[in-house]
Structure formats: structure tokens, C-alpha cells
């Protein structure tokens, strides 16, 4: 009887200790709300690498768009230096023929000058001689008729060298004018093909920070998740103690049951306290069912947020069509840049009467009429849509290498030329024809 009452007195006392001591510091419950805490770290990084992600896509989407413009622009340089080739070696032929024009603008005033000193020192005298030299009517009549056609020489003389020295002016004219367009369009291309590269480099290093930004937040995440792994860890082996203690509570409840069935006193009260000190109370399934109830209150909370979304999204509104205007608008813009023939051009200007240049000109008469389209040559070639030369309407912008004009009609085209000639109206052909691009329909 004795062993049996130690016996119980030691199933109480170690009961009672588990009941009372605490289990550890932190208990699976504070483990779990530290995980949703590190969860919710781990949510928010996954956010941040998301939003990393996007805008290092954008930005490389923005960069192949610049690799693609600087291709076209090298392409177009590479299409004005040719330009500028051919145009120097007809500037070689021509060279050659203001040569021989000269040479005949030379002697042409040679013998003019021998005409003149003639008359200065004949005079009337030597055709009054050529009159008395006459032997007879009809001689002094051939005579006669002799000295009109040596006026008409005279007079055919002079007119045939003021044509060869006006043609000589109008040649060197007309190419200085055409080496200068396509300098001035050289140099434009070259401004664009520098803002390019520039533009183009600071994406590159934009995206390089964006890969320092995903490695750094990569990390972190990583850091969570090994937190997480190490607090499912704690969390299972928080669970297993206290499986093990309700095990050893069940255990010890099981020798009272044996106890109380014995007719001792003293083992009937040391067994009865166990009864009323026992902490298996289930509650276990009570926090595994609050669990379970948390989570299908997230869910539902969930659903309802992706129904509110999905509703969200149906309401967005469609975009837009852009709005097009008739053919008397083009007409419209094309008159209306052709009041400023004359006014200067200015490199790098957008004033249509203070100064422009060719892709400034374009773009401030399109925004007379609320149209925007891009700022240089290269852009421009690309806004709109893209028509045959056949097809060219008023109001079209006409694309070559470096340069735009707007076409009026009729092979003709407005545009900001060059400082020597300002806005002016030229041949649509002048020059070689990349692209026509209409703006409003």
C-alpha cells in the first residue's frame, strides 16, 4: 500500500510540474505570428522584385526603341554622306565646266572690249568708210546690209557673254546651295545620333541599378525564406513538445483511473487533485480549429478581393480611336506654312518667324493646328502612316536623309532649307525620298 501511495504521490507531482512550468519562452503561437509577420516581409519584397522586374522591363523595351532610331539614324547618315559624295564629285565636274565657261566669259570680254576699242577709235567714220567705198547702188546695199549684221554680231556678242556670266553665278549658286542642305541635314543627324548614344547610356546604367536592386532584394528574400523555413522548424518542434506533454498528461490520467478504482483513501484524494489539476482541456483542436477559421475567412476575404478586381477590370473604359481630319486640313497646313517663305532658318529653332530649322518648321506648323508630332527629322519619319511619293497629298511630310519638308502639291514642298535661303519652296525630288508620311487623313 505504501509503494502504491508513493506511486501516485509521484504521478501528481509530475503532472502538477508539467502543468505548471512553462513550456519555453516562446510558444508555437508566437512563432506562428512571427511567420506571418516574416510572410508579410516576404510578400512585400516579392512586390518590390515585381516592380523591379517591370521597370527594368520597360526601360530595355525603351532601349531596343533607341537602338532602333540610332540604326535608322546611322542608316540616314550614312545615306547623307553618300549624298554629300555624290554631290562633291558633281561639284568636280561642274568645276571643270565653270573652267571652260569662264575661259569663254574671258574671251568673250576680250573681244568685246576689241569691238569697243574699234568704235571708241573709228567711230562712225569706219562705216561711213565702207559706205564711200561703195562702187554702186547695190553694193552700197550689200555694204549696208553688212553693217547690220555686224551691229546684230555686236549686239548677239554682248548678250551671249552677259548669258554664259550669269550662267556661270547660277551654277556655283545652286551648288553651294545643295552642299549646304545636306551639311545642314549632316549635322542634324549627327546632334541626334549624340543624343542618342547619351540617352541610350543612361538607360543601360538605369538598368544596371535595377540589377543591383533585384540582387539586393533577391537576397532579402532569401533571408525570409531561410526564416521561415528555421520558424516551421521551431513551430514543429514547439507542436511535438507538447504533443509529448499531453501524452504524458493522458498517461498520467490513465494511472489515476487505475488508482481510483483501488479502495485506498489516500491514493482516492491524491487522484481526485490530479482530476481537478489535469490541463488537457483540448485545447489543441480549439486553436487548430481557430486556425482553420482564420484561414477560410482569408480565403473568402481573397475571393471577394479578386470578384471586386475582375469587377474592376470589366468597368475599365476602351481606349479611344485617335481622331483624323479631311484632305482640306492638309491643304490647310500646307498654305499656312507657306506664308513663312522667307522667314530665316536657325539651327536647332522652332520659331516660325524668328528662326527654324527644317524638323522645328514641321512641328510648329502641325501645332498651329493642335497636332503633335515628334521634334526631329528622324521621329518624324515614323509618325503617321506611310504613303507612296504617288500618293503624296498637301499636308504630307515629305522624309529624306537628316531633312523633312511639308509637300504642297504639285512636286513642290515647303520647308526650312538652309541660313542662306531660310523657309522656301524646292522640287519634292531635289533630293532622295526616304519616306512620305501622312499625318491627318
Same mark, same amino acid.
Given at each position: 500500500m505504501k509503494k502504491r501511495m508513493l506511486s501516485a504521490i509521484l504521478i501528481f507531482a509530475m503532472g502538477f510540474c508539467s502543468f505548471c512550468r512553462p513550456v519555453s519562452a516562446t510558444t508555437a503561437d508566437d512563432v506562428r505570428q512571427e511567420q506571418e509577420k516574416t510572410e508579410e516581409q516576404l510578400d512585400e519584397v516579392g512586390e518590390r522584385i515585381d516592380n523591379i522586374e517591370t521597370q527594368k522591363e520597360i526601360v530595355a523595351g525603351e532601349i531596343t526603341q533607341l537602338d532602333s532610331q540610332l540604326v535608322e539614324i546611322l542608316t540616314s547618315i550614312s545615306i547623307c554622306e553618300d549624298e554629300i559624295a555624290a554631290k562633291e564629285d558633281e561639284i568636280d565636274q561642274v568645276k571643270d565646266e565653270l573652267k571652260e565657261a569662264e575661259q569663254r566669259e574671258q574671251k568673250q570680254y576680250e573681244d568685246m572690249k576689241t569691238r569697243i576699242r574699234f568704235m571708241y577709235e573709228k567711230g562712225d567714220q569706219a562705216y561711213l568708210q565702207i559706205f564711200l567705198e561703195a562702187s554702186s547702188l547695190p553694193d552700197m546695199l550689200n555694204k549696208a546690209t553688212y553693217v547690220e549684221k555686224l551691229y546684230a554680231y555686236d549686239r548677239e556678242l554682248l548678250s551671249e557673254y552677259e548669258n554664259t556670266r550669269q550662267e556661270v553665278i547660277s551654277i556655283k549658286e545652286e551648288l553651294e546651295l545643295e552642299e549646304a542642305d545636306l551639311l545642314s541635314s549632316q549635322r542634324e543627324l549627327k546632334e541626334q545620333q549624340d543624343y542618342l548614344e547619351r540617352l541610350i547610356a543612361e538607360k543601360r546604367a538605369t538598368v544596371a541599378n535595377f540589377d543591383s536592386q533585384l540582387a539586393q532584394a533577391e537576397r532579402e528574400a532569401a533571408s525570409y525564406k531561410e526564416k521561415l523555413k528555421q520558424q516551421n522548424e521551431e513551430i514543429r518542434r514547439l507542436e511535438k513538445e507538447e504533443k509529448e506533454r499531453k501524452e504524458e498528461l493522458a498517461r498520467a490520467q490513465k494511472e489515476k483511473e487505475k488508482e481510483q478504482e483501488k479502495p485506498e483513501n489516500t491514493v482516492t484524494t491524491v487522484t481526485g487533485e490530479l482530476a481537478k489539476t489535469d490541463p488537457a482541456d483540448g485545447s489543441a483542436p480549439a486553436e487548430t480549429s481557430k486556425a482553420d477559421a482564420s484561414a477560410q475567412t482569408n480565403t473568402s476575404d481573397q475571393s471577394d478581393t479578386a470578384q471586386k478586381d475582375a469587377g474592376n477590370s470589366d468597368k475599365s473604359e476602351p481606349e479611344k480611336p485617335a481622331s483624323s481630319a479631311g484632305s482640306s486640313l492638309g491643304q490647310q497646313i500646307a498654305a499656312y506654312g507657306c506664308q513663312f517663305i522667307g !522667314?530665316? +532658318?536657325?539651327? #536647332?529653332?522652332?520659331?516660325?518667324? !524668328?528662326?527654324?530649322?527644317?524638323? #522645328? *518648321?514641321?512641328?510648329? /506648323? +502641325?501645332?498651329? *493646328? #493642335?497636332?503633335s508630332i515628334p521634334r526631329d527629322s528622324t521621329s518624324q519619319r515614323f509618325a503617321g502612316r506611310e504613303v507612296s511619293y504617288a500618293e503624296a497629298q498637301p499636308g504630307d511630310i515629305i522624309c529624306y536623309a537628316g531633312h523633312v519638308g511639308i509637300y504642297i502639291g504639285n512636286g513642290q514642298i /515647303?520647308?526650312?532649307?538652309?541660313? =542662306?535661303? #531660310?523657309? =522656301?519652296?524646292? !522640287?519634292?525630288?531635289?533630293?532622295t525620298i526616304l519616306s512620305v508620311r501622312r499625318i491627318v487623313n
Open positions: !522667314n530665316p +532658318y536657325v539651327y #536647332g529653332g522652332t520659331s516660325l518667324t !524668328n528662326g527654324t530649322d527644317c524638323s #522645328g *518648321f514641321t512641328q510648329a /506648323v +502641325y501645332a498651329h *493646328f #493642335g497636332i /515647303v520647308h526650312a532649307s538652309t541660313e =542662306k535661303t #531660310g523657309i =522656301k519652296i524646292s !522640287n519634292a525630288t531635289y533630293r
